[in-house]
């Protein structure tokens, strides 16, 4: 029976069975429970619970729709019906509520409830709506509001969908069969709780046998053994989700789970072939390469990873082998020196080994390799060898020229022996002190040598091959000039001696001690005593004191200044060396006049001026008066000169531009009284001659006037004429002086048509000027009009 006719028996059972007045407004929907009778027990639940039989109830408060109807008529929902409704069309039925007159809509009248669209459970599941019934006339509730849900039944309209797609997983190699993998999952929109619509089960669709799947959980697990990444690294599983419990009809999605075979340490390095041979020159610097060898590892990364090490050589310390850890390349490198000439062949047994070795994979092993190095050795053109790495030579500082001091001696290693020539790097010899024989090695001396100025030379001799010059080698060679005894002493220092008048015979005045550059073996041993030809007249004496000093002593009870105030003393100091040297030092001696203490108070000019009775204030106040007469004798030579004549031309008027300064401001445009200004603008005006500041006039002559000149009709014509004649007046001058002058005059021209407008040119006229005429040029000389225009009363006034 479909859900429709269940719903008019609904209609139909509440209208013969529920109508009486006041039961409430219903939403009619036959129910599927059991019946109530009066029977008794009749079987027992799936939980053992036994069953009641009952009699048939009605349930109003929930409908049931199935989604995405596709039929051509609206979905009968149900009915709602009021125990106030008679049939006369007074009641007004109301529906409120999700998606209430949208997708939900009911028939006024009748109650009847239709679904206008097609639902989607996954989209709302439920819809929970509000029915009231109302007067049609007056709008008043005649029941309270009913609340009741219509349930979307689902159908199976969502395929399974997997949470990603692809998957990314690993797993190591040559791992067991079971072994997970990776776990893929899909989910159904459709509900869950009702029917197998959204019941899932897991299938494999490709990668197989490889690997299975959990149909229940989704879990990947291996399914083959021993897969080796080597053969094949990635693989590509293709999972189905299918709901409906994969039964058949159920709908199904797919996804690609991509596994790759991680690396594990189950193939040991393996070198390519057994023998290696090298060939390198005796030249080869140590840590130098001699040569890679590379075994090879089917892993990768820390499982390909190798050491190599040498096992066996007859060459012992000759050869290290390191390991290249980037490349897993074994590099030969060289430890002690090769020579062609002593060894030309050596044999090496070199093992690698991976680093990280599984012990899941020891039977599969041994994870090492050994092989044979050979390493040939070449002859190379080797530069000559020295005996020593250096030589130390003596010479003393007394040796002649071209004496022999030592030898140095280098071959050629190689087999042909070639001859060695030997010269000396000039740049370690800048002086040329020595030479070495070019063909026995033999170093001598060119220049007399001073152990006192150097006493040691570090020079460098070459060995250089006759056939290949190119080939050559050094060695460094120390000289030591030893010493002779070939300097006098001297006194250690020049000393300042002094012996007081009232000094006392044997009084010690000074100790003296020598210094002296040679450096003899035992020791300095200085000897000292007074000169021969001064020890009969001495008036002092020296005592040696046997420990490289000695005393100056006095020999008389006073000295005297006056008489004498310096004594030379001459000293002989002689040392102990053999061949023994001396010389004769002189020391001064000044004699002071000094206190009853024997502190020095005067020497030499001092304590002469002392007897003369002249202390040193006097000396001073005698030099500030002679320097005070010189001063006046310049100053009386100053006055005399500035008596001598002034010149013709003071000096602060010496200006040749004869620029006079007045000092004088004027009273301004309105004075007319102060100065006569017109002359400086009328050439007509006669100027009043000035007799000139600069010099004495022996005579005096009247300034010429010369007529004015006619103006041209250029327009400075006026102003050309009137300097030029004013430069002939200054030529004829005979007052003017006997150098160029400037002379500067103020002349703005003959005027125009309209004459000058200017107050100040009216000054030189005699008779008064008529402005009238300013008043007949228009408003814009109305204000001038008004100030010079008008009659004779109005200005007076």
């Not at 897969?227 to 058949?248: H, L, N, P, S, W």
């Not at 002086?431 to 001598?444: E, I, K, L, Q, T």
Request: one cysteine or more; charged letters at 25%; glycine letters at 8%.
């Amino acid at each position: 029976m479909d859900r429709r006719k269940v719903c008019v028996l609904m209609v139909l059972w509440a209208m013969a069975h529920l109508g009486s007045p006041g039961y409430g407004l219903r939403a009619l929907r036959r129910t599927t429970g059991v019946r109530r009778g009066s029977a008794g027990l009749s079987g027992e639940d799936a939980n053992g619970v036994p069953l009641r039989r009952s009699k048939r109830g009605w349930m109003w408060n929930q409908f049931f729709l199935l989604e995405e109807y596709t039929g051509k008529d609206l979905q009968y929902v149900g009915k709602l019906h009021s125990d106030s409704d008679r049939g006369d069309g007074s009641v007004r039925y109301v529906l409120n509520g999700d998606g209430a007159g949208t997708i939900f809509k009911i028939d006024e009248k009748s109650g009847d409830i239709h679904a206008t669209k097609r639902l989607d459970r996954e989209e709302k599941a439920y819809y929970i709506l509000h029915a009231k019934a109302v007067n049609r006339f007056t709008n008043e509730a005649l029941e309270g509001e009913s609340e009741f849900i219509i349930k979307i039944h689902d159908i199976n309209d969502n395929e399974p969908r997997f949470t990603k797609d692809p998957y990314m997983a690993r797993v190591p190699e040559m791992s067991d069969i079971g072994t997970s993998v990776i776990q893929v999952t899909a989910t159904d929109a459709d509900d869950a709780t009702y029917g197998n619509s959204a019941r899932v089960v897991y299938s494999i669709l490709e990668g197989q046998p490889y690997f299975s799947v959990d149909p229940e959980t989704g879990l990947i697990k291996t399914a083959l053994p021993g897969m080796d990444r080597e053969v094949k690294e990635k693989y590509q599983v293709v999972i189905q989700a299918k709901d409906m419990a994969g039964q058949m009809g159920g709908l199904s999605g797919t996804t690609t789970v991509s596994i790759t075979l991680s690396d594990v340490n189950d193939n040991p390095p393996r070198f390519n072939k057994t023998l290696y041979e090298f060939r390198v020159s005796e030249s080869t610097e140590l840590g130098g390469s001699m040569g890679v060898i590379q075994a090879m590892d089917a892993d990768i990364g820390e499982n390909a990873e190798m050491d190599y090490r040498i096992i066996g050589s007859d060459g012992p310390g000759m050869f290290d082998i390191v390991t290249n850890r980037s490349t897993q390349a074994g590099i030969v490198v060289l430890r002690k020196p090769l020579d062609f000439e002593r060894k030309r062949q050596y044999s090496l047994r070199v093992q690698v080994e991976n680093v990280h070795i599984n012990p899941r994979f020891f039977s599969m092993g041994p994870f090492r390799d050994e092989a044979t190095i050979k390493i040939i050795v070449e002859d190379m053109d080797e530069p000559p060898v020295f005996e020593r790495a250096s030589y130390v030579m003596e010479v003393k500082e007394d040796a002649a020229r071209n004496t022999v001091i030592g030898s140095v001696s280098a071959t050629d290693p190689d087999d042909k022996k070639s001859l060695i020539r030997y010269t000396i790097d000039r740049r370690t010899d800048m002086d040329r002190v020595f030479n070495v024989h070019a063909g026995n090695g033999s170093v001598f001396i060119l220049r007399e040598l001073d152990r006192e100025e150097n006493a040691w030379h570090n020079i460098s001799v070459i060995a250089t091959e006759f056939n290949n010059p190119r080939l050559f080698s050094r060695v460094p060679v120390y000289i030591r000039v030893l010493d002779v005894n070939d300097n006098a002493p001297t006194f250690a220092t020049n000393y300042e001696t002094f012996v007081c008048e009232n000094a006392k015979a044997n009084q010690r005045i000074q100790t003296v001690s020598a210094t002296d550059p040679d450096d003899p073996i035992e020791g300095h041993r200085f000897l000292f005593h007074l000169a021969q030809e001064a020890a009969g007249k001495a008036n002092f004496s020296v005592r040696d004191n046997k420990d490289n000093t000695a005393w100056i002593l006095t020999r008389r009870n006073s000295y005297n200044s006056l008489q004498k105030s310096i004594y030379h003393v001459p000293v002989v100091i002689s040392d102990g060396a053999f061949p023994q040297q001396s010389s004769t030092n002189t020391l001064t001696i000044r004699v002071c006049t000094c206190d009853r203490e024997g502190n020095m108070k005067l020497c030499n000019a001092e304590a002469l001026t002392a007897r003369a009775g002249l202390s040193t204030g006097a000396l001073v106040a005698i030099l500030l008066c002679v320097i005070i007469l010189l001063m006046i004798v310049v100053l009386f030579a100053a006055l005399r000169r500035q008596r001598k004549k002034e010149p013709l031309i003071i000096s602060k008027e010496d200006v040749r531009d004869n620029v006079v300064s007045y000092n004088d401001e004027g009273g301004g445009e309105e004075d007319t009284q102060a100065f006569d200004i017109g002359t400086l603008r009328n050439p007509e005006a006669i100027e009043e001659s000035k007799q000139r500041r600069d010099i004495v006039p022996e005579t005096f002559f009247p300034p010429v006037r010369r007529p004015v000149l006619p103006p041209t009709r250029d327009n400075n014509g006026d102003v050309r004429d009137f300097i030029n004649q004013r430069l002939q007046d200054n030529d004829s001058d005979p007052t003017a002086p006997p150098y160029d002058s400037l002379a500067t005059y103020a002349y703005e021209g003959n005027g125009s048509v309209a004459e000058s407008l200017s107050s100040l040119e009216s000054v030189t006229t005699e008779g008064d000027q008529d402005y009238n005429y300013l008043s007949e040029w228009g408003p814009r000389f109305k204000k001038l009009a008004d100030m010079y225009g008008g009659d004779d009363s109005d200005r007076d006034s």
